[in-house]
């Protein structure tokens, strides 16, 4: 009997080996497609399926949230990809011949995430973000070009820094739980780790929590640690920067919450909240003045998503069911509505033929439809009031509040610095004299306008069953 | 000579392979330094295969003697070759002021393995320092060494680290899976060099040409 | 104090301190003639015969003594206390037994501080005439030394953490009464003391006792000036040296026939057999080094000093790190 966690994994591995197998790339796409609305079908079906812990895998309300988003978002990725991808060979920006790979890559990346979400054993969990790690550097090399090669360099040695010190973490992690559960797999075993935290020596796991902040906290792209993250994300295709934002930086983070459950288990341990709000604070503010000297969209939006991964870490440090709460709501809308940027930027960057904000004016001119579609997801992103983003950065505003007045006013100063900074840059690209050529844009726009068709919605609605189920994630949180 | 003699002197061995790593200014010799720590690392692996009776350790050893201590020196010395740069290492610091560091490292690791593992037993305690000590030794290295052929280098020196650590750890499961993932990194990294060509992380150091990789001239 | 009625009076005990004193002074020229000796042989020449550093000192002493107009009493005086401070550290380090009269004072710090004050009165003296090669030598010297000393004081603490003290004596008591292993920390801190013995004496590669080649030299250019009996001293003083380095090795590494504290005559010559036979080894094997190896260009001496000071330090890293297992 297969469950529905092992399907989560196995499908999209399937689907790879098959898209290896598949020469042309219109097939490929077609296949890529159904391979991941079948993942989202399962995924789905996982909220339905109930919990399940094993030796080797977990599903619980908190894991269940990750993976529905990272199949929902794999599968209008999948979407807007087959048509953007068809454009970049048309353009002969990509070799032919490389998209059968693109495609399986693809597909083994998700299987390799979900993989890393589904895990229970700390190890597997490792090798599955290691690995999704590893193809997304493949997939940001792709071009070729002299930059991207430089951009796959440069995330390639600080995701494998960042994955060495997780696993020393990981092992001092097991170190820490083997006098307690004995040697062998149960001590790496993540839900048994959890339970007898109690019993862990406190020093062993404060040392096990820097090494796993550091490493697993490059992946998610904290502030001193972040080098990496814009020049991937402007240098790889851009469904590959959709997927790299909206999802592997969110598996990473879910990784460090798995730690920081068992070491907040441990009242002797040091306290991982006061130092995930920090670094959260320190992203935060950061990203949001880096955002005014960014002259390529691909890359603002990078620094944007450091600045949100840095609320989202804020929210998840302050701790408590309603931070956390706040903090998983804004994870789901941020990965939403950023992945449909970075579709709105494809978009763009195929009609004007480049990522420099200075030659992509007047876009309310030439592409009327998709400067509307630009405008309104930059806005969803800023925090306005419809959008989902509003909903959650309101309440992790109030919630600090609430317990630290004086806290809030720091990511709400930084959200302010980002939010102008992104406004300066939205006029200049939407209005203004056209400037360079305008092409006819052939990606798809179904996915993202989904995606901000779903934002939308949430920030007016959102249905008490969704309410609740993400309530008792952010208990399990704790 | 006791068991824990062998293991704690194998491990001693590394961490001063570390250090020649970081000492050495000529590429080929730095190859030779970490063919010579994968070899050792291959023997402390055997030698916990051994005496913990683990077997399966032993595959985790032979990837790190064949892989790590012949495959891979080889391929680089011939990458290395043909990219014609064999001559030098370009340094970012002195090597005086890098080998200083690296003490500092191997004092940082010591003093917070000691203060953390107290309760543990002192053979495993050692074992984890030295470990500690390489893998931030191989980390320094990936800093003050601007090459890729020397970065690639430094990271596998901080994966031997790694396994190191992780077989000093008894009964930890899946080490040798993680030492097959390590070796795929590994693999692609030395693909990379090998297919990519690159030969420094600038080739200038032309301020409009960070500009660019930045994306962010003009 | 060790060194109990077992071995009689004090008389005898002052006598075994004497028969220590007088040997390292007879045998040390003895141990720079195996040396040389080793050295023509692998060169395949013919090379001096192997009493001929006796005949050297005793041609020294008959010559004049030619002094510099320009010296002052330091260059005078600073032969004669560069040869009594060598002399009483070699004589402090624990040869052939291991309860000495002296041993109490045979304090590694204590040695470190007497050998450091005999460098500090040659550089002087090797300043104190003026001319540019004793210059260049002294500040070689002193390079040499703020590197190989800190290095030596490592290597010293790594050994007191391990035995528990900082008396020779002990360290080699302790080492005696171990069983036989192999210790990282002791590893290390032999290949780092090798590396400052190397430095210590002059020897290649840091230096060439050989040659007078101003680019290089290092010792022989800070005794440039000196003459006759002035020479013989310091000559001597640097054989001393040389043995007092070989004993301090072998007493730490490899301690065995050592006579304990309390042992009797027989236990002596047995030890002191025991001790000649590792002194000659490590002659021999000193020559077939520096035949071996070439000298290194003076830039990079940090560099070859440097490992010594890196490894002092690892060792004592480790040393620390193992003390549970150790003592």
Redesign the interface.
């Known amino acids: 009997m297969i469950h529905a966690y092992q399907l989560v994994v196995l499908v999209p591995y399937m689907a790879a080996l098959l898209l290896v197998a598949i020469p042309g790339y219109r097939l490929g796409a077609v296949v890529n497609v159904v391979a991941s609305a079948l993942t989202l079908a399962i995924g789905l079906g996982l909220i339905a399926g109930g919990q399940f812990v094993g030796d080797y895998a977990i599903v619980d309300e908190f894991n269940i949230v990750f993976i529905v988003i990272n199949t929902v978002v794999g599968f209008t990725t999948a979407l807007f990809s087959a048509s953007y991808i068809g454009h970049e060979i048309e353009i002969g920006r990509l070799p032919a011949g490389f998209l059968r790979f693109y495609h399986a890559m693809f597909q083994a990346m998700m299987g390799s995430m979900n993989l890393a979400l589904v895990a229970n054993n700390i190890g597997v969990m490792w090798v599955g973000l290691e690995l999704a790690t590893l193809i997304t550097v493949v997939m940001v090399g792709l071009y070729r070009t002299p930059q991207s090669i430089e951009a796959a360099w440069k995330y390639f040695i600080l995701a494998s820094v960042g994955i060495s010190l997780a696993f020393f973490g990981t092992i001092l992690i097991y170190l820490a739980g083997q006098p307690a559960l004995g040697e062998g797999l149960p001590a790496m075993t993540w839900s048994l780790l959890q339970r007898s935290a109690a019993s862990m020596d406190a020093a062993i796991l404060d040392l096990a929590f820097i090494f796993l902040l550091v490493g697993y906290g490059t992946k998610v792209g904290l502030a001193p640690l972040h080098a990496w993250l814009p020049d991937a994300h402007a240098e790889g295709p851009t469904p590959v920067s959709a997927v790299l934002s909206g999802l592997l930086l969110n598996v990473a983070l879910y990784a460090l919450l798995r730690f920081k459950m068992v070491v907040a288990g441990q009242p002797a341990a040091l306290d991982p909240g006061p130092i995930m709000v920090v670094m959260g604070l320190v992203s935060l503010i950061f990203a949001a003045f880096m955002l005014y000297q960014r002259r390529d969209i691909k890359r603002l939006f990078a620094y944007s998503s450091i600045e949100h991964m840095g609320l989202i870490v804020f929210a998840f440090g302050m701790g408590g069911a309603l931070a956390n709460f706040a903090g998983l709501l804004h994870m789901a809308m941020h990965s939403l509505t950023k992945s449909g940027i970075f579709f709105a930027v494809g978009h763009i960057a195929q009609a004007k033929g480049t990522q420099r904000i200075a030659e992509i004016k007047g876009l309310s001119v030439t592409h009327p439809r998709l400067a509307v579609a630009f405008a309104l997801a930059v806005l969803a992103i800023c925090g306005m009031p419809p959008f989902g983003v509003f909903a959650s950065e309101f309440l992790i505003l109030t919630t600090t509040f609430a317990r630290h007045p004086w806290l809030a006013l720091l990511p709400a100063f930084g959200l302010l610095v980002g939010f102008g900074a992104l406004l300066l840059r939205l006029q200049e690209t939407v209005f203004g004299e056209p400037v360079g050529p305008a092409h006819r844009v052939d990606a798809s726009s179904v996915p993202m306008v989904l995606h901000l068709a779903l934002v939308f919605v949430s920030g007016i609605f959102l249905p008490p069953a969704l309410v609740g189920w993400f309530q008792r994630a952010a208990e399990l949180l704790g | 000579m006791n068991g824990y003699d062998i293991s704690h002197l194998l491990a001693g061995a590394m961490l001063v392979t570390s250090f020649a790593l970081l000492y050495q200014d000529r590429i080929a010799a730095v190859l030779n330094a970490f063919a010579m720590q994968s070899i050792t690392l291959a023997l402390a692996v055997a030698w916990a295969a051994w005496s913990d009776d683990r077997p399966d350790l032993y595959i985790t050893a032979l990837i790190a003697l064949a892989l790590k201590g012949i495959v891979i020196p080889l391929a680089l010395h011939r990458t290395v070759e043909r990219l014609g740069i064999h001559h030098s290492v370009e340094k970012v610091v002195g090597v005086g002021v890098a080998l200083m560091v690296g003490l500092a490292l191997t004092g940082l690791a010591q003093a917070l393995v000691v203060k953390v593992a107290s309760g543990t037993a002192s053979h495993a305690r050692e074992q984890l320092a030295l470990a500690l000590a390489i893998v931030l030794l191989g980390f320094l290295m990936m800093i003050v060494r601007r090459n890729a052929v020397t970065q690639v280098v430094g990271f596998m020196s901080m994966e031997n680290g790694l396994i190191l650590a992780a077989t000093g750890a008894r009964g930890m499961p899946l080490v040798v899976e993680v030492s097959v993932a390590f070796s795929v990194l590994i693999a692609l990294f030395v693909f990379a060099v090998f297919v990519f060509r690159i030969r420094e992380r600038f080739d200038t150091v032309d301020i409009e040409a960070l500009d660019r990789m930045r994306g962010d001239s003009r | 104090m060790t060194g109990h009625d077992m071995t009689g009076s004090l008389l005898v005990q002052f006598l075994a301190q004497g028969v220590q004193m007088t040997l390292v002074l007879l045998i040390s020229p003895l141990a720079v003639g195996v040396v040389r000796r080793v050295k023509a042989v692998l060169m395949r020449r013919q090379g001096a015969p192997l009493l001929q550093a006796y005949r050297d000192l005793v041609k020294l002493v008959r010559k004049e003594a030619i002094v510099a107009e320009s010296a002052s009493w330091l260059f005078r005086t600073a032969p004669y206390l560069i040869f009594a401070l060598t002399w009483v550290a070699a004589a402090l380090v624990p040869s052939f037994a291991s309860g000495l009269m002296f041993n109490w004072a045979a304090d590694v710090v204590a040695l470190v501080a007497l050998l450091g004050a005999a460098r500090a009165l040659l550089a002087l003296a090797g300043m104190d005439v003026g001319t540019s090669f004793g210059g260049i030598g002294s500040s070689r010297e002193m390079m040499i030394a703020t590197l190989a000393e800190p290095a030596m004081m490592l290597i010293v603490l790594t050994l007191a953490i391990a035995a528990g003290t900082t008396r020779l004596a002990g360290v080699a008591d302790f080492f005696i009464a171990q069983p036989?292993?192999?210790?990282?920390?002791m590893?290390?801190s032999l290949i780092a003391l090798l590396i400052v013995a190397l430095a210590e004496n002059a020897r290649i590669p840091v230096d060439n006792p050989i040659t007078h080649l101003e680019l290089t030299m290092v010792h022989e250019a800070m005794v440039l000036e000196y003459s006759g009996r002035h020479l013989a001293l310091i000559e001597s003083a640097s054989h001393l040296k040389l043995v007092l380095y070989f004993s301090l090795l072998v007493c730490l590494f490899a301690p065995f026939g050592m006579a304990p504290a309390a042992a009797g005559l027989a236990g002596w010559l047995v030890g002191l057999l025991a001790w000649i036979a590792k002194i000659m080894l490590c002659a021999a094997l000193l020559g077939v080094w520096e035949v071996s190896i070439a000298k290194m260009r003076v830039f990079r001496l940090?560099?070859f000093l440097?490992?010594a000071f890196?490894?002092g330090?690892?060792a004592i890293?480790?040393a620390?790190?193992?003390r549970?297992?150790l003592a």
């Open positions: 036989f292993a192999v210790r990282v920390s590893a290390l940090p560099d440097g490992i890196v490894f330090f690892i890293l480790l620390f790190l193992s549970g297992v």
